[in-house]
């Protein structure tokens, strides 16, 4: 089981308490493909993206808020482990081969201007997605389907200088299966008399 951290608006988080599910993100630049985004083990870092995105003029977060969740990652391809790197390395010589069938050139991971996170992943959503279509579609290649992805993205300014670590450094974690969602509950606020574990 994993706590994960849903930045969202307010009116998203409330309706979720009162039992209205998640809708999953279907952007082709997600960065673990598509589905239902939380931030492991972090409710600041999932308050900060809501704040940002809050600043959007096309944004729907008016209010942010963050919602947590208990998840089971279930078939979890976890980018942090070894093993599921060939997996990542098979979806893309899936959609590669797919590229070349249908004469169209590979996605590509894009930066904004002045920025170098590569904050539109659409090369890394489509490997993903790839991998997800081609294992559902083809049961007899005997890969069990995926539940989720969970990844470590190395993000934004260095902490100091030439540091290798950066500021908004996270886990992520992209629920496919919304069965792993086992509940949901809201952020108590801290109590500022004590230290944050």
């Not at 998203?12 to 279907?26: F, H, M, T, W």
């Not at 940002?52 to 979890?76: I, N, Q, T, Y």
């Not at 992943?121 to 559902?136: E, G, P, Y």
């Not at 996270?170 to 919304?178: W, Y």
Request: net charge negative; aromatic share 12%; with cysteine.
């Amino acid at each position: 089981m994993v706590i994960g951290f849903h930045g969202c608006d307010k009116s998203v988080r409330d309706a979720v308490i009162n039992g209205e599910n998640l809708k999953p993100s279907q952007n082709d630049y997600d960065w673990l493909g598509n589905g239902i985004y939380f931030w492991e083990a972090d409710p600041y870092r999932a308050y900060e993206w809501a704040v940002e995105a809050s600043k959007r003029k096309d944004s729907s977060v008016k209010e942010p808020a963050v919602l947590g969740a208990v998840l089971d990652l279930g078939h979890c391809l976890d980018l942090m482990k070894r093993s599921s790197i060939d997996f990542l390395k098979l979806g893309y010589e899936w959609l590669q081969q797919q590229c070349e069938i249908d004469g169209l050139p590979l996605p590509q991971n894009r930066n904004l201007k002045n920025n170098t996170d590569f904050l539109f992943r659409n090369l890394d959503c489509a490997v993903i997605q790839k991998l997800h279509k081609t294992i559902l579609e083809n049961p007899d290649i005997c890969f069990e389907p995926f539940d989720s992805v969970r990844g470590l993205f190395i993000e934004g300014n260095e902490v100091y200088m030439g540091s290798t670590f950066k500021e908004k450094n996270h886990i992520q974690i992209c629920v496919v299966n919304p069965n792993c969602i086992k509940g949901f509950f809201l952020p108590r606020e801290l109590d500022v008399n004590y230290p944050i574990p």
